[in-house]
C-alpha cells in the first residue's frame, strides 16, 4: 500500500519473509515470534517502536481526519468512484484525500481505522510502490468495506496513510485482494526498514468531529535476516499525555 507518494496503508507482512541484504528480493522463511510490548517499552536498537513516534503518528492522522472531514463537508455528490483530492500546496508536504463511500463515511457510527507509518529503505528505487498504490486505488470498488484513503507527507520524507473502513471485518476483506497481499507480502519488505501498524476507530462517527482512538499498534522490523514482530495494547491510551 505504500508509495513514494505515500506510506501506504495498511500494508503489512501477511506471509513470512527473510531479506539476506537491502533490497534483494523476499524469500519465504522464518518470522519471529510476536512480542508483547508494555506501555513505554523501548526493544534495545528498536528506536522506531518508541511511544514518541506514536505520538507523532497520531498527531498525523489526526490532521488526514480533520482534511477528510473538511472534504466531506464541501462535496455534496461524488460524481466518481472513488473520488480523489490534492490538498497538497506547491511547495508544501504532499496530502490526498480519497472518498470511496461518502454517504457511508458520514452514516457509520464507529468506523475503523488503519494508520500506516513506514521507513523506507535508502537508495533504492520506490517507483514498484506507487504502481502497486495505484492498483490498490483500482480494486476499491470491490472492496466495499472501505470508506477513504488519506496520505500525507511526512517532515523526515516518508510518508502515513489513514485507511477508514466499516469495520475489522472490512480490514480482513481487503487483505484478501491479491495485490494487498503482494504489497504486504513482497513489496513491504524489499523497500522498508521499519513499519508501524495502528489499528483504531472514530467513536461517534468521523463527522462527530472526536479524534482518533488507537487500540493497538504492531510492529515490523526488516532490517535483520529474521523479520522481527512486536504488538502494544493501547487501552486507554491518550496521545496528549508525554
Known amino acids: 500500500m505504500a508509495s513514494t ?4 496503508k495498511g ?3 501477511t506471509v513470512p519473509v527473510t531479506l539476506t541484504a537491502p533490497g534483494t528480493p523476499a524469500k ?6 510476536v512480542l508483547q510490548l508494555g506501555p513505554e517499552e523501548v526493544p534495545h536498537g528498536r528506536v522506531f517502536t518508541h511511544p514518541d513516534r506514536t505520538r507523532g503518528d497520531w498527531g498525523a492522522l489526526r490532521t488526514m481526519a480533520r ?10 455528490s461524488e460524481t466518481a468512484r472513488p473520488l480523489m483530492l490534492e490538498l497538497g500546496q506547491p511547495g508544501g508536504p504532499g496530502h490526498r484525500v480519497i472518498v470511496c463511500d461518502g454517504a457511508r463515511l458520514r452514516g457509520t457510527s464507529t ?4 494508520g500506516f507509518f513506514a521507513e523506507r529503505r535508502p537508495g533504492l528505487d520506490h517507483t514498484p510502490l506507487t504502481r502497486t498504490d495505484d492498483a ?3 480494486e476499491f470498488p470491490a472492496h466495499p468495506g472501505i470508506l477513504a484513503y488519506c496520505s500525507l507527507e511526512l517532515p523526515d520524507g516518508n510518508w502515513g496513510n489513514l485507511v477508514v473502513l466499516t469495520g475489522p471485518e472490512a480490514r480482513e476483506h481487503w487483505r484478501s485482494s491479491p495485490t494487498h497481499a503482494f504489497a504486504a507480502g513482497e513489496l513491504a519488505p524489499r523497500h522498508y526498514a521499519a513499519v508501524r501498524l495502528h489499528l483504531g476507530r472514530f467513536p461517534g462517527g468521523l463527522l462527530a468531529g472526536a479524534d482518533p ?3 493497538e499498534t504492531r510492529y515490523y522490523d526488516f532490517r535483520d535476516p529474521t523479520p522481527w514482530r512486536a504488538t502494544r495494547r493501547l487501552e486507554g491510551y491518550d496521545p496528549r499525555q508525554p
Open 5 to 8: 507518494r505515500d506510506a501506504g
Open 11 to 13: 500494508p503489512v507482512p
Open 28 to 33: 519465504v522463511g522464518r518470522v519471529d515470534d
Open 67 to 76: 482534511a477528510l472531514r473538511d472534504s466531506l463537508g464541501r462535496v455534496e
Open 111 to 114: 468506523p475503523s481505522l488503519v
Open 136 to 138: 490498490l486505488i483500482e
Open 213 to 215: 482512538v488507537l487500540d
